[in-house]
């Protein structure tokens, strides 16, 4: 698609995806945020997406929303339940608000998830060893894998209750979707292993399930990876077959294209600074020694600059006319137009948004305005004390209600 054959949007024009129009076309990107308390809504996560929602984004997306009890990376995430429901409800009325929409990301992470604090085993294509868990994962059944498709269903049509405007399915960073996509970690012999339609099965499933139960009443999207960044795993020329697939299979109504293996090279999704120090600081022992004399054989750096999986997603936008959100260095106004002007309908913001919630209000308002985050990454171990830009709170975002029952939103 060149600029030739369509109108270059405003990126602070409204947009569309699926049956939801949004006020403006840029989206704060899920990114967990520790402050969900035993599966259930606090007042600091809604004061957070709140702030995101005063600050100008036309959606907030709510993270990580586990569709399986033991598919959370962590024993707090929510977890779709009847008990989650009220707390939801405030959260996605609070941020209409605002004047934004709110979109919950909902997935299984598979071999990423904390066995520990799940009380059951990980779950994985196939056997699978977690360096972070010290731990095996098992080989998900047939039965397994049935259930946490209608998990995915059941999720979405939780979401609708909860007044949702979109769900993003997580398909990305070998989370359990996306550990099937990749043959580094899928060496099934059965219909869900080997060639790539087959080890798309289980994605598309999903995305069927997720289709069915939303029937057209909110906005789905999917957010896939590119490339795992390790040897061996999922890449670029797979990844624009998937989503021809998902075009043609008529689940998706938006993609979110992003890269890296929570697994085995997390940095290659964020750039810029590998804080070991910080991760070791917040991991129980043995873990931490590890972190401390091995990690940055995981944690490795790799150079930041603006809008880096550009390059990588032009091709998937090359490849379908589906709408498509440009995640990584997105903090200026220069490199939002330049995703217009490049057949991008959508932005996505992280990071920066951690660093100054109201960031595009001020780009709105002032081109030359640029974002003041500087990539240390320090952000990222901050999801186990609430999830923060370490330059702002130093400590943490989590109030003295975390964890009691004044802090709960019902």
């Given at each position: 698609?060149?600029?030739?054959?369509?109108?270059?949007?405003?990126?602070?024009?409204?947009?569309?995806?699926?049956?939801?129009?949004?006020?403006?076309?840029?989206?704060?990107?899920?990114?967990?945020?520790?402050?969900?308390?035993?599966?259930?809504?606090?007042?600091?996560?809604?004061?957070?997406?709140?702030?995101?929602?005063?600050?100008?984004?036309?959606?907030?997306?709510?993270?990580?929303?586990?569709?399986?009890?033991?598919?959370?990376?962590?024993?707090?995430?929510?977890?779709?339940?009847?008990?989650?429901?009220?707390?939801?409800?405030?959260?996605?009325?609070?941020?209409?608000?605002?004047?934004?929409?709110?979109?919950?990301?909902?997935?299984?992470?598979?071999?990423?998830?904390n066995p520990k604090g799940n009380g059951a085993p990980a779950l994985s294509p196939s056997r699978h060893f977690h360096k972070t868990t010290l731990s095996f994962a098992k080989e998900a059944t047939r039965d397994d894998l049935r259930?946490?498709?209608?998990?995915?269903?059941?999720?979405?049509?939780?979401?609708?209750?909860?007044?949702?405007?979109?769900?993003?399915?997580?398909?990305?960073?070998?989370?359990?979707?996306?550990?099937?996509?990749?043959?580094?970690?899928?060496?099934?012999?059965?219909?869900?292993?080997?060639?790539?339609?087959?080890?798309?099965?289980?994605?598309?499933?999903?995305?069927?399930?997720?289709?069915?139960?939303?029937?057209?009443?909110?906005?789905?999207?999917?957010?896939?990876?590119?490339?795992?960044?390790?040897?061996?795993?999922?890449?670029?020329?797979?990844?624009?077959?998937?989503?021809?697939?998902?075009?043609?299979?008529?689940?998706?109504?938006?993609?979110?294209?992003?890269?890296?293996?929570?697994?085995?090279?997390?940095?290659?999704?964020?750039?810029?600074?590998?804080?070991?120090?910080?991760?070791?600081?917040?991991?129980?022992?043995?873990?931490?020694?590890?972190?401390?004399?091995?990690?940055?054989?995981?944690?490795?750096?790799?150079?930041?600059?603006?809008?880096?999986?550009?390059?990588?997603?032009?091709?998937?936008?090359?490849?379908?006319?589906?709408?498509?959100?440009?995640?990584?260095?997105?903090?200026?106004?220069?490199?939002?137009?330049?995703?217009?002007?490049?057949?991008?309908?959508?932005?996505?913001?992280?990071?920066?948004?951690?660093?100054?919630?109201?960031?595009?209000?001020?780009?709105?308002?002032?081109?030359?305005?640029?974002?003041?985050?500087?990539?240390?990454?320090?952000?990222?171990?901050?999801n186990f004390t609430g999830t923060r830009c370490v330059l702002v709170d130093r400590s943490t975002t989590r109030s003295a209600t975390w964890g009691t029952d004044a802090g709960y939103v019902s």
């Open positions: 698609m060149t600029t030739t054959d369509r109108t270059v949007p405003d990126v602070f024009s409204p947009g569309r995806i699926g049956p939801l129009t949004l006020r403006n076309r840029t989206i704060k990107a899920a990114t967990y945020e520790g402050l969900s308390h035993k599966g259930r809504v606090t007042r600091d996560l809604v004061d957070f997406h709140v702030r995101h929602a005063a600050g100008g984004v036309g959606m907030t997306t709510v993270a990580y929303c586990a569709v399986s009890p033991e598919g959370r990376t962590d024993r707090h995430q929510i977890l779709w339940t009847p008990e989650s429901l009220p707390g939801l409800q405030k959260l996605t009325a609070a941020v209409h608000a605002e004047g934004a929409a709110a979109s919950a990301q909902i997935g299984h992470a598979g071999p990423v998830a259930r946490i498709v209608q998990d995915h269903a059941r999720a979405a049509r939780m979401a609708i209750e909860a007044g949702f405007d979109a769900v993003e399915v997580h398909l990305g960073h070998n989370y359990l979707a996306s550990s099937f996509l990749s043959p580094k970690i899928n060496h099934r012999t059965d219909s869900y292993g080997g060639s790539l339609e087959n080890r798309a099965r289980f994605a598309r499933e999903i995305m069927a399930a997720v289709r069915e139960a939303v029937d057209g009443r909110i906005a789905i999207i999917a957010k896939m990876n590119m490339d795992d960044g390790v040897p061996g795993g999922f890449w670029l020329d797979e990844a624009i077959a998937v989503t021809r697939w998902l075009e043609s299979d008529g689940t998706v109504d938006a993609l979110e294209m992003t890269a890296g293996s929570s697994l085995s090279n997390p940095m290659y999704l964020f750039k810029g600074d590998a804080p070991l120090e910080a991760f070791a600081d917040v991991m129980p022992q043995p873990i931490k020694l590890g972190v401390k004399l091995v990690g940055n054989k995981v944690l490795r750096e790799y150079p930041y600059r603006d809008g880096y999986l550009l390059e990588d997603a032009r091709q998937i936008r090359a490849a379908v006319k589906l709408p498509m959100i440009l995640l990584g260095g997105i903090t200026n106004r220069e490199i939002m137009d330049r995703a217009m002007a490049e057949g991008f309908e959508f932005v996505a913001m992280a990071r920066a948004l951690l660093r100054e919630p109201d960031l595009v209000n001020r780009i709105e308002a002032d081109a030359g305005v640029r974002s003041l985050c500087n990539h240390n990454n320090r952000c990222m171990p901050t």
